[in-house]
């Protein structure tokens, strides 16, 4: 059972179409949820840690969101330099791995 | 110049040959990690290291050796190349002074024939 599911898989939005993605996790004790961004053969790019429910983290067009079960990655008006892979990762109180979820993949269209 | 890097960007062997993949950094971070990412499986963890007398096994470290040289510099060795290890290979950082937050390195992308 994956400890990390990310949704949709893929995601086509046109400029300026809100939207959020969604990262569902169990884990026995969370340490921290991450969030990355990758673009095609390149490495991730980290964009936020969130520690504890209810704690909330923003960055330009990005704010990441935390509940005991997900974490919502939500893009206000998205512009074509978004289009990325995001990524979700989860680590426990038990270990150092950050266990990342399979991805969602979004494309931006002007 | 890039904070952490990784040497070679691309490399093409044939099963059986001992590989090493270099990753050094300049971020001054204590913590040392190789991930692999393959499609449809996602990044996994190899082996991890907290400091230069410090190495850990991850979830999938059969098949793999790491070497941590001086703070900055950690190795990956695959002794005898097989094609499932043909992958992406990541190198990523981590400061025990600040968060859990791991920084990324620009991969190294491995054909094994």
């Known amino acids: 059972e994956d400890q990390v599911t990310q949704s949709p898989e893929a995601l086509r939005l046109q400029e300026g179409e809100s939207s959020s993605l969604n990262c569902s996790y169990t884990v026995s004790g969370l340490r921290g949820l991450f969030w990355y961004r990758q673009d095609p053969g390149k490495g991730p790019e980290f964009l936020f840690t969130l520690y504890s429910a209810g704690e909330e983290k923003e960055k330009e067009r990005l704010k990441a969101t935390l509940t005991k079960k997900e974490s919502f990655l939500h893009i206000t008006a998205p512009k074509p330099e978004d289009s990325a892979t995001y990524l979700c990762?989860?680590?426990?109180?038990?270990?150092?791995?950050?266990?990342f979820g399979k991805g969602t993949s979004l494309l931006v269209t002007p | 110049d890039a904070d952490v890097t990784q040497t070679p960007r691309n490399r093409i062997t044939k099963t059986g040959k001992r590989i090493m993949l270099e990753c050094s950094q300049t971020?001054?971070?204590?913590?040392m990690y190789w991930y692999r990412q393959d499609p449809g499986l996602g990044l996994r963890l190899i082996y991890y290291s907290f400091d230069v007398k410090d190495i850990n096994k991850g979830e999938i470290s059969d098949g793999y050796s790491v070497s941590r040289q001086a703070q900055a510099k950690f190795s990956l060795s695959l002794e005898s190349a097989i094609p499932n290890q043909t992958a992406l290979y990541f190198c990523?950082?981590?400061?025990?002074?600040?968060?859990?937050?791991?920084?990324f390195g620009p991969g190294t992308r491995l054909t094994v024939l």
């Open positions: 971020k001054g971070h204590d913590r």
């Open positions: 990762a989860v680590q426990e109180y038990s270990g150092y791995a950050l266990n």
């Open positions: 990523a950082t981590g400061n025990r002074a600040g968060g859990w937050e791991q920084f």
